[in-house]
């Protein structure tokens, strides 16, 4: 899921944990990329920031 997590209430401590993960493994993905010459740093920065922001704030249009 590349937009976000949808969240509910019943596990509200354990959001920021699961998003933290989340852009953890995304960021490994990405610098694997990197390192293996497949993808530029710059590249892959501005992957990540709509990883972990913009593609959730397009979708849910905030």
Not at 25 to 31: M, S
Request: hydrophobic letters at 45%; glycine letters at 2%.
């Amino acid at each position: 899921n590349t937009v976000g997590f949808n969240d509910d209430t019943r596990a509200f401590c354990s959001i920021p944990a699961r998003h933290d993960v989340a852009r953890r493994i995304d960021c490994a993905f990405l610098a694997r990329l990197v390192a293996e010459h497949r993808m530029d740093e710059d590249e892959a920065a501005e992957l990540a920031v709509d990883l972990a922001y913009r593609l959730a704030k397009n979708a849910y249009k905030l």
